[in-house]
């Protein structure tokens, strides 16, 4: 077992569960409610969905690797796909003006997480 991509593995579950109850109710319904062009609309859904398809197929990808302890270059792709996350999060938080945005817009945070515990845990690959 690789207890540092496990741990990755938690904390992407986390957020997939936060994803799917705060972020539909916080983000995905708002926007479906929002008074803005249909295809817009329909797209921010599709996206709403794409994300959690990444965020399903991820957390069990990082579980499998945890447990297995098979897959070290999925384990840096994924991690490489959460830091990417965080970074782009973070520039839209600081351009965008929005008071308090690093704490209002959480989720670069658990990307951060995931992403180094998964990095961690593919680098010290043989210690596991």
């Known amino acids: 077992m690789n207890p540092l ?6 904390i992407a579950l986390l957020t997939t569960a936060g994803h799917f109850t705060v972020g539909r109710k916080m983000y995905l ?3 479906l409610n929002a008074d803005i062009e249909p295809v817009a609309k329909k797209v921010m859904h599709c996206v709403f969905h794409y ?3 990444f965020l ?5 990808a990082l579980f499998v690797i945890g447990f297995m302890r098979i897959g070290r270059l999925l384990a840096v ?3 490489v796909n959460y830091s ?6 973070l520039a839209l938080i600081k ?3 929005i008071e308090r945005g690093m704490l209002r817009m959480f989720q670069w945070i658990f990307f951060v997480f995931i992403a180094v515990l998964a990095l961690l845990g593919a680098a ?5």
């Not at 991509?5 to 938690?10: L, M, P, Q």
């Not at 990417?84 to 999060?89: D, E, I, P």
Request: aromatic fraction near 14%.
């Open 29 to 31: 319904k708002p926007v």
């Open 124 to 128: 010290l690959w043989p210690a596991f």
């Open 5 to 10: 991509v496990v741990s990755a593995g938690i």
């Open 84 to 89: 990417l996350f965080a970074v782009w999060q």
């Open 77 to 79: 792709f994924i991690a």
């Open 51 to 53: 994300v959690s398809t």
């Open 95 to 97: 351009q965008s003006g």
């Open 56 to 60: 399903l197929l991820s957390t069990l």
